[in-house]
């Protein structure tokens, strides 16, 4: 008899982001969409999948991103253009961070009443923008929990269309 697979359960940070993502959105999901398509238009990035995407579009942005191991998540704010963003010695997740922090500075300027899901939101279509969602499959420039979410928060802007 073949083994069966066994599947894999959820990341941990899957499960923290899901939970986030559950909580009430403040800002229109179509607005969040169109931050994020407004983005990749004015940086005009030719592959939005390409590895370090986080810091070519901040860079496109004017936000100079500065890694440190002491800070939290949305403390970006605190300087005017600079995102400050914690270390991460695998790729993948530190270009989910700056992405996720640009988020919070784009939010922070455009919609000041909002919430984490909002951001975390924004995060997920700023890695997977709208245009390219049908190769979604292709992003391998963020985690693969992130991948998962972002079908997901699609779903929410089809719905809501």
């Known amino acids: 008899m073949p083994q069966r697979r066994r599947r894999q359960l959820p990341s941990p940070a899957y499960a923290e982001v899901h939970a986030i993502l559950e909580r009430p959105w403040l800002v229109d999901a179509g607005l969040l969409e169109g931050i994020a398509n407004d983005v990749h238009e004015r940086t005009n990035l030719p592959w939005p999948f390409a590895a370090g995407s986080g810091q070519i579009l901040a860079a496109h942005l ?22 400050l963003v914690r270390s991460s010695a695998d790729d993948l997740r530190w270009n989910l961070r700056v992405l996720h922090e640009l988020a919070h500075a784009l939010l922070d300027g455009e919609c000041p009443q909002h919430s984490h899901a909002d951001v975390w939101a924004l995060t997920l279509a700023l890695a997977i923008p709208r245009r390219s969602f049908r190769l979604h499959h292709e992003a391998r420039h963020v985690p693969r929990w992130a991948v998962a979410l972002r079908r997901l928060t699609a779903r929410v802007v089809a719905r809501a269309a």
């Not at 936000?63 to 600079?82: A, E, K, T």
Request: glycine share 18%.
């Open 62 to 83: 004017e936000y100079l991103v500065i890694p440190r191991q002491d800070v939290g998540c949305g403390v970006g704010g605190l300087l005017p253009r600079v995102l």
